[in-house]
Structure formats: structure tokens, C-alpha cells
């Protein structure tokens, strides 16, 4: 078994493969142990306000180490997860997890947020406000520091049932967050009828608006619809100076990407947190 490649199991869980082969069966099992061993890792990538300097939150994202596959990215696991009836549990686990660290950070006097990404499947759960509501009570963390983000492309598949939903989130007091906005073709309508605190422009456009000028002209629209409709507007996957010096001239208020932190483990959080100094950037111009 130990001879076998990685591309072999990489050809198995392949998102698109709906066949219940051997390897993806054992693959579901192992990730339902790691569910339940709490063997899922959860990391958290700062989120910074650039006119400020001051780091505002973190998204939690999972990471999977499986014990003879080594790492699995989870937009491989995820898609399995919502295959096989175990995405909620890990939902849940993820919740909690990110929850009880917030709570944490603001007991150390980090007034931060934390970010849950939810998936598809989770805007068919009905008992999903129930269950947020009773984890933000056992953890102490107002409802106003957690935000959930659910994909554009999540929304706009079934709009009046994910509008149903994001009502019922949004009668918790939590804030919501469209991710990975720019790809999935909301309509505008669609869209003012949510109740959505932020938009989160996609990594795909924002990783190039340095060298195309039609990436910038995504960004810089969406960036005006975002604050059109009073919402905030998020830059993921800032990863260079000149990026983040164009993302701070456009006027996005919260900036994320591996320039600012790659996602941390929970314990070298803190430790970041205290030696981590903003980009310095003077009339738009990166000088640091
Ligand atoms: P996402 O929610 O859009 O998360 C942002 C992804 O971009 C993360 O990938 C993050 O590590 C990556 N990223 C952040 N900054 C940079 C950068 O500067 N450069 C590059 N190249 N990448 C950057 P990750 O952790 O692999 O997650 C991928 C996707 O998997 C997430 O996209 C999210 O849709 C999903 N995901 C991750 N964790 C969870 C989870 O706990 N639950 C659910 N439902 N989905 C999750
Ligand atoms: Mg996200
Ligand atoms: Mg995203
Ligand atoms: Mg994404």
C-alpha cells in the first residue's frame, strides 16, 4: 500500500469523481476520523485594514494531514466532504474551533473577528442558525466578531433559498460575507437583496492586477458596487508590494494574501500578531 503514488489517490478523490471507488471510500472513512479525532486542522490568515495598520480579523481555513497521503488541500477534501454527509460535522468543528480562538484572542485583549467559510451544502441545513447561535453562546464571542463567507457561485445556485437562509444568519447579528466574488454572475438585483456585510474580491483577479488592465478594471468596479451598496470590500491573495500599494489606492478596506501573513497555526498566531508591522504606504505608493 505504502508504494502506492500520491497520484493514484489524487485520481480517487478528485471532486468530479462520483464514484464510490475502494481508495475514495477508505479517503471518506479517514476523514471522518479526523472529524471526529478533532484531528482537522484549523489556521487562521490575518485580515488587515491598510489605512490603519491594524489587523481587524482572520479567516480560519482547514488543513487535512492525512497520516500516508500527507497534506490534502481542502479544495480537494471539501468537495469529498460535501459528497459523503460530512460536511456539517466539520462545519461544526471548524465553527467551534474558530470560535474558542477568537475568544481567546479578545481575552488577550485582541478585539479581532474570525471568518467561517460555509459551503454549499450548509445553506440547506435548516438547523444551521440554531447551531451558530448556540456555539457563539457557548463561546462567548458576540455575534457581530464572527463572519461567515459563502461563495458567490454558492449564492447565485439557488438564490431564494439562500436568501431564506442569510436572512435567518443575519437575524443572529453574524456578518456575512460573499467570497470569491467576481466569478460567480450574481445579479445585481440578486445581490441588493441580501443581507451582506462584505464582499470578498477573488484571488484570481487580484493576483494580476498589476500587469493586466483588465483585471483592473474587475477590481476597481468591483470595489465601487461593494461600497455602493455599503458594504466592505475585501482583497484576497495580496501577495506583492504593488498590488497592495493599487488595492490601497481603490479604496479596499480590508486586505488579505500571503504579502501580509500565509494562514498561521493557532499557536503562532499571538506571536505574529505582536511582531507584525503594516506595509507602509504613503499617497498610495508602497514605501516600506
Ligand atoms: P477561500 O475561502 O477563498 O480562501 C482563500 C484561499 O486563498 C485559501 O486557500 C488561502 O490559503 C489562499 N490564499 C490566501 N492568500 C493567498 C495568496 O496571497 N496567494 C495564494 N496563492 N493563495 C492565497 P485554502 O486554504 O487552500 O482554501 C481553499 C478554499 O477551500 C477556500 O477558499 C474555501 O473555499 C475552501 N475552504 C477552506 N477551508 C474551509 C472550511 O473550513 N470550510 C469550507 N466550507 N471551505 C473551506
Ligand atoms: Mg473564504
Ligand atoms: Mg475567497
Ligand atoms: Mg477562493
Keep these: 500500500h505504502a508504494a502506492k503514488s500520491s497520484h ?57 494531514h492525512h497520516p500516508t497521503h500527507g497534506s490534502i488541500p481542502p479544495d480537494q477534501f471539501i468537495p469529498l466532504a460535501e459528497h459523503s454527509g460530512l460536511i456539517r460535522p466539520l462545519t461544526l468543528h471548524v465553527l467551534e474551533s474558530a470560535l474558542r480562538r ?16 460555509l459551503s454549499a451544502n450548509s445553506l440547506h441545513d435548516p438547523t444551521l442558525p440554531e447551531v ?12 457581530e466578531a464572527l463572519t461567515l463567507e459563502i461563495t458567490e457561485s454558492t449564492i447565485m445556485a439557488n438564490p431564494a433559498g439562500a436568501k431564506a437562509v442569510l436572512d435567518q ?38 493576483q494580476r492586477v498589476a500587469v493586466d488592465h483588465r483585471d483592473r478594471a474587475v477590481v ?17 491573495g495580496v501577495e506583492d508590494q504593488e498590488t497592495y500599494a493599487y488595492l490601497v489606492r481603490e479604496g479596499c478596506n480590508l486586505l488579505q494574501g500571503f504579502l501580509i501573513s500565509r494562514p498561521l497555526p493557532p499557536d503562532e498566531f499571538a506571536g505574529w500578531l505582536a511582531g507584525h508591522r503594516a506595509p507602509n504606504v504613503v499617497q498610495g505608493r508602497f514605501t516600506a
Design 169 to 206: 444568519l443575519h437575524g443572529l447579528g453574524v456578518r456575512l460575507s460573499i467570497d470569491d466574488f467576481g466569478t460567480g454572475y450574481s445579479s445585481l438585483g440578486r445581490l441588493r437583496e441580501l443581507p451582506l456585510h462584505e464582499v470578498k474580491i477573488d484571488r484570481s483577479f487580484v
Design 220 to 236: 476597481r468596479s468591483a470595489v465601487q458596487l461593494g461600497h455602493a451598496l455599503d458594504l466592505e470590500v475585501v482583497a484576497e
Design 102 to 117: 477568537c475568544a481567546a484572542w479578545r481575552r488577550d485583549g485582541h478585539p479581532l473577528h474570525v471568518a467561517v467559510n
Design 8 to 64: 493514484t489517490a489524487l485520481r480517487v478523490y478528485l471532486p468530479a469523481d462520483d464514484q464510490n471507488t475502494p481508495d475514495r471510500l477508505a479517503l471518506i472513512t479517514d476523514l471522518r476520523d479526523a472529524i471526529d479525532r478533532r484531528d482537522l486542522l484549523v489556521v487562521f490568515q490575518p485580515k488587515l485594514d491598510p489605512h490603519t495598520g491594524d489587523v481587524t480579523g482572520a479567516e480560519a481555513l482547514s488543513r487535512w
Design 132 to 143: 451558530v447561535a448556540r456555539l457563539l453562546a457557548q463561546s462567548g464571542v458576540p455575534a
